[in-house]
């Protein structure tokens, strides 16, 4: 299993950015599928963002494309979501994810089996 840190979560008020990090360790991230999820208090978790660590290729939800990018540094093994124009809307606990996954399957939490612990974002109206 991949292990993941997620870090840069905050307050920040509508209009403003935040950048959320994701540590990758504990194998080869080659062929492996990166996913950032949300979860906001009494709902499900939601897709919000994947990459594929070896051709770059991205997917957004539709409430985040054009205010949000996901990018990865192969070097370092970080995967970055950048949140610009934030929204109350957007406060929950963003999560980092991981696993080797067709294309079809990137947008259901249910197949990632690497899972880091979450980080807090608020956006304040």
């Known amino acids: 299993q991949v292990q993941l840190v997620e870090s840069g979560g905050g307050l920040v008020q509508a209009g403003g950015s935040l950048r959320l990090s994701c540590a990758a360790s504990g194998r080869t991230l080659s062929g492996y599928s990166m996913g950032w999820f949300r979860q906001a208090p009494g709902k499900d978790r939601e897709f919000v963002a994947a990459i594929r660590w070896t051709s770059g290729t991205t997917y957004y939800a539709d409430s985040v494309k054009g205010r949000f990018t996901v990018s990865r540094d192969n070097a370092k093994n970080m995967v970055y979501l950048q949140m610009n124009a934030l929204k109350p809307e957007d406060t929950a606990v963003y999560y980092c994810?991981?696993?080797?996954?067709?294309?079809?399957?990137?947008?259901?939490?249910?197949?990632?089996?690497?899972w880091g612990q979450g980080t807090q974002v608020t956006v304040s109206a």
């Open positions: 994810a991981a696993d080797r996954l067709h294309w079809t399957s990137l947008m259901v939490a249910s197949y990632y089996g690497s």
